[in-house]
């Protein structure tokens, strides 16, 4: 009987332990965080700081994502997306560390904190008028520096970059990156860009859900400190892996922001202002499902609702990698990378203005100083020629159909022609082109707009060049190997500004020119339209082949929409 007895004690413990690690393996599917950015503590004497502390140290029991009735049973960590201090103070930093090191009572932190950058804190005379900036960034950095190296020691993160103070940590199997003020950044420190590549590899090639987090964002306000270059490298690196969940701060206002496919949670600040009280984001990855919305608190009781904006996302996130064929890059050689940016959003069009000068072909909107540095040489041809000779012959390497190159003659077009013969010619078999009168197929389809070589080019049965149409040409035999494309103003001949639905008259109109075109075999291009969505999306649903953009995101976001619209 004993024997028995024993023998049921032990199945019994056994099958408890075996419950509880089934139990707790379950529990680690599901992690829940708190972001907070904008802290922005400042002099004595505290006013509300301290209800941001007190709300999230309620929410476990109580916070209930929208449209669910059982609410969050824990917090794994809160994360700061930048701008802890207003000023660099040493009374400052205490009231910072009584509120945000973990201990015990209300006011005080419950939870891990993992803290970030933010433009205030990396120069913190911008609000401390005739401070001692690099003083006060170093009291800042060597507080972060000891709380990081501390957790480091206790394997409370997993990585350290000691320039930048990036790192990443993971919860359950769930990876999270801390990325400071913005990605790249080089203003205090070393580009943290090597860095991360180097721990996603060795932390999120497994598939595993990223979570990242940095000060700056994609909003007019932000981006403009955040080099395009930069960007262009992040959302390389990121498009690779499992990323559940963007997060930031910097601009005070709770909004999603899309760039590149992924929507971007931007962080509301922590104290009352013109959208209300102070609001964080609380993130919930549970199995394949990433679950974001803003807890707002209503006084210094602990006491909130839960207020958009909300993301609730599959996992893994599917980011539309398509090639866009029908993108076009208006004057191309604005943007910080001319070509690469275009590039980067999988653009297929691009255009750049010429301007002959000296023997030399040079890329500018209106005529500049001769300077190597604005070459079409150097901005397109050679970096398009590199690009096709490492991608066997192509610009994409999964591309159907030819890369699309405008180049619009801002004077002398004969002569540029003559200029870009001579430059070209070396690569020609790249080129769509004409062989004796017969088309062939290249990687790059190259067209010349505006003063247009109209005495030379239409006479040559071999040229690799081809022409950019007019509506004017319409019905008059002009072939498509001669003119593959048509452009025109679009205010010559609309007067519809976005508006309402566009006249009758006005619709009817546009519709026969792009049927014209189309019946002739060419792909269709309106210019001097208002680039707004409303436009883009207009042209797109009439058939426009050929949609222009100055906002290079703008249109991609569109684009990405639409397609994930038609794929429902």
């Known amino acids: 009987?004993?024997?028995?007895?024993?023998?049921?004690?032990?199945?019994?413990?056994?099958?408890?332990?075996?419950?509880?690690?089934?139990?707790?393996?379950?529990?680690?599917?599901?992690?829940?965080?708190?972001?907070?950015?904008?802290?922005?503590?400042?002099?004595?004497?505290?006013?509300?700081?301290?209800?941001?502390?007190?709300?999230?140290?309620?929410?476990?029991?109580?916070?209930?994502?929208?449209?669910?009735?059982?609410?969050?049973?824990?917090?794994?960590?809160?994360?700061?997306?930048?701008?802890?201090?207003?000023?660099?103070?040493?009374?400052?930093?205490?009231?910072?560390?009584?509120?945000?090191?973990?201990?015990?009572?209300?006011?005080?932190?419950?939870?891990?904190?993992?803290?970030?950058?933010?433009?205030?804190?990396?120069?913190?005379?911008?609000?401390?008028?005739?401070?001692?900036?690099?003083?006060?960034?170093?009291?800042?950095?060597?507080?972060?520096?000891?709380?990081?190296?501390?957790?480091?020691?206790?394997?409370?993160?997993?990585?350290?970059?000691?320039?930048?103070?990036?790192?990443?940590w993971n919860i359950g199997k769930v990876h999270f990156i801390q990325g400071q003020r913005f990605a790249g950044d080089t203003a205090y420190c070393e580009s943290n860009l090597a860095w991360l590549a180097d721990d996603l590899k060795r932390y999120a090639s497994a598939g595993n859900p990223v979570v990242y987090i940095q000060h700056y964002g994609f909003d007019e306000w932000a981006i403009k400190w955040w080099p395009q270059s930069s960007r262009n490298q992040l959302f390389d690196l990121l498009d690779q892996y499992n990323v559940a969940a963007f997060l930031v701060g910097h601009t005070h206002v709770p909004s999603i922001q899309h760039y590149r496919g992924y929507p971007i949670y931007q962080v509301n600040n922590a104290w009352p202002d013109e959208d209300g009280n102070g609001s964080f984001a609380v993130v919930r990855i549970k199995d394949n499902q990433v679950s974001i919305a803003s807890c707002r608190w209503k006084d210094g009781e602990g006491n909130f609702e839960v207020v958009e904006p909300y993301i609730n996302d599959s996992l893994p996130r599917v980011i539309d990698h398509k090639i866009h064929y029908n993108a076009f890059s208006h004057n191309d050689y604005w943007r910080e990378n001319p070509l690469f940016d275009a590039l980067a959003f999988r653009y297929n069009c691009v255009e750049a203005d010429l301007w002959p000068i000296n023997g030399e072909l040079y890329v500018s909107h209106d005529r500049p100083k001769a300077d190597t540095a604005i070459t079409f040489r150097r901005l397109y041809l050679d970096p398009l020629i590199e690009r096709l000779k490492a991608n066997d012959g192509k610009i994409y390497p999964e591309s159907d159909r030819p890369f699309y190159l405008m180049v619009d003659c801002k004077e002398k077009g004969e002569e540029i022609y003559k200029l870009l013969k001579e430059q070209m010619s070396p690569y020609k078999d790249y080129f769509c082109r004409i062989e004796n009168g017969e088309y062939k197929e290249g990687a790059i389809l190259f067209f010349l707009s505006g003063d247009r070589p109209m005495k030379s080019l239409p006479n040559e049965s071999t040229r690799f060049t081809f022409l950019d149409g007019q509506v004017k040409d319409l019905g008059?035999?002009?072939?498509?190997?001669?003119?593959?494309?048509?452009?025109?103003?679009?205010?010559?001949?609309?007067?519809?500004?976005?508006?309402?639905?566009?006249?009758?008259?006005?619709?009817?109109?546009?519709?026969?020119?792009?049927?014209?075109?189309?019946?002739?075999?060419?792909?269709?291009?309106w210019w001097g339209a208002p680039d707004t969505e409303v436009f883009k999306r207009f042209f797109i649903q009439e058939g426009v082949d050929l949609v222009g953009a100055d906002d290079l995101n703008g249109l991609y976001n569109v684009l990405c929409d639409i397609n994930r619209t038609n794929k429902q």
């Open 1 to 168: 009987m004993k024997k028995s007895i024993s023998f049921l004690l032990g199945l019994w413990a056994a099958l408890s332990l075996a419950g509880c690690s089934t139990n707790n393996k379950a529990a680690q599917e599901e992690v829940n965080v708190i972001v907070a950015a904008d802290l922005h503590f400042d002099l004595l004497p505290e006013t509300d700081q301290y209800f941001h502390v007190v709300t999230m140290n309620r929410l476990p029991g109580q916070f209930n994502f929208p449209g669910e009735q059982k609410a969050i049973d824990k917090i794994d960590g809160v994360i700061i997306a930048g701008d802890i201090f207003d000023k660099a103070r040493p009374e400052i930093l205490d009231l910072y560390r009584q509120r945000y090191e973990t201990g015990e009572g209300e006011r005080r932190i419950h939870y891990p904190v993992y803290p970030g950058l933010g433009n205030h804190d990396v120069d913190p005379a911008v609000s401390d008028k005739g401070a001692d900036n690099l003083k006060g960034r170093a009291l800042t950095f060597n507080y972060l520096d000891s709380i990081l190296n501390d957790k480091l020691a206790k394997g409370e993160i997993l990585n350290l970059h000691p320039s930048s103070r990036s790192y990443s």
């Open 476 to 525: 008059k035999a002009v072939p498509s190997t001669l003119a593959p494309v048509v452009s025109d103003n679009y205010a010559d001949f609309f007067s519809w500004d976005g508006q309402g639905q566009m006249p009758d008259d006005q619709l009817i109109r546009m519709r026969e020119i792009i049927q014209q075109v189309h019946q002739e075999g060419k792909l269709f291009r």
